[in-house]
């Protein structure tokens, strides 16, 4: 199976190396516009091949799209991050401008390629790439809610005191700090509710924690994260690649699904070959019902500035 990663930076060169490493993919291909910058990420990762004992080929290429031909799945982390004194309709301008030349040129190379989108904003992003490629909707998959996942798995299990993995816990809504939705009332340690071994104080605090997850990493980092979001887009390409029928949160096409209709945002899918394959109706509560209501109000108005600043 062949995997592009468009963007060689931290988050996209993380996901190419723990694809590599984790024997996701036959072939990764790392593309960006620096010279000569994906070629050497490329051949740095491919000698810890016997290092690392995998076999898969990553090569890197300077915006050579015929070097992505064919691939299975298209990753799109190509961006920049927003600078001091910048707007947010300036970053949504330049980013929006990357994310769309970055789609059609993968799209005349990869046009059977599951699109999956990285780039912040990340809700807004998959917006434009749904729209820019007219691709069937199932194909696009915005990743934010499987790396938010795991940062409420992790805080929760710091909070239980116990290993995350016997944590389970889902984020949906919006990729950001004011709007994800950190789903405390169906988290569970082995299956049994974690409001048993946690207070409400406790469970506020997960909660508050999560959504600035990023925040707080970019304070300490001075850029944003990349090893969990690496791994967290390497997990979704897992399932896609190898067909595994993986239930995460993602951003998807809404069409009336949780009361929403014609906006991308985080709800629990099933994925598989075909990309997403099946929206799953999680029934929420009345308080749920409004946040999700609130955090799809907060990107559509951010999907107005995106129309204002390409149109
Ligand atoms: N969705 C999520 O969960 C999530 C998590 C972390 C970061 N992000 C976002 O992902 C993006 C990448 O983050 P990063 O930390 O890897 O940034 P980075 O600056 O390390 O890497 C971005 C790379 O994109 C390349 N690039 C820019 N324009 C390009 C173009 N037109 N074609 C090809 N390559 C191009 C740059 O040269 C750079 O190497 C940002 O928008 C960031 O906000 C999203």
Not at 122 to 128: E, F, H, P, Q, V
Not at 246 to 256: A, N, Q, S, T
Request: aromatic fraction near 6%; glycine fraction near 10%; charged fraction near 20%.
């Amino acid at each position: 199976m062949k995997v592009t990663i468009v963007g060689a930076g931290n988050v996209g060169a993380t996901c190419a190396d723990a694809l590599a490493h984790r024997r996701i993919a036959s072939e990764v291909v790392l593309l960006d516009i620096r010279e000569n910058f994906a070629e050497g990420k490329a051949l740095d990762m491919m000698q810890t091949a016997t290092l690392n004992g995998f076999n898969t080929c990553i090569a890197g290429s300077t915006n050579d799209y015929a070097k992505t031909a064919n691939s299975d799945v298209v990753v799109i982390t190509s961006g920049i991050p927003r600078k001091p004194g910048m707007t947010r309709e300036e970053l949504i301008g330049i980013n929006a401008g990357i994310v769309k030349n970055v789609s059609e040129s993968l799209l005349k190379y990869s046009p059977n390629a599951v699109f999956v989108i990285v780039s912040n904003p990340m809700d807004t992003m998959t917006y434009l790439a749904l729209k820019e490629t007219k691709l069937p909707k199932n194909r696009i998959i915005g990743m934010g809610g499987i790396l938010d996942s795991s940062r409420f798995r992790c805080y929760l299990s710091l909070a239980l005191n116990c290993p995350a993995n016997d944590v389970d816990g889902m984020v949906i809504g919006g990729h950001g700090d004011t709007t994800m939705i950190p789903l405390t009332r169906l988290a569970s340690y082995k299956g049994v509710p974690v409001s048993q071994f946690l207070s409400a104080e406790e469970l506020k605090k997960v909660s508050a924690d999560t959504m600035v997850g990023g925040a707080t990493l970019t304070g300490m980092l001075g850029t944003s994260a990349w090893y969990a979001p690496g791994a967290a887009v390497a997990t979704l390409v897992d399932s896609i690649v190898n067909d595994q029928k993986r239930l995460f949160p993602c951003c998807v096409y809404l069409d009336g699904e949780y009361g929403q209709k014609d906006i991308c945002l985080g709800v629990p899918v099933i994925v598989g070959k075909n990309g997403w394959e099946k929206i799953v109706d999680v029934k929420l509560n009345e308080e749920e019902k409004t946040s999700f209501a609130k955090s799809a109000e907060a990107v559509r108005n951010m999907n107005n500035v995106l129309s204002s600043v390409t149109n």
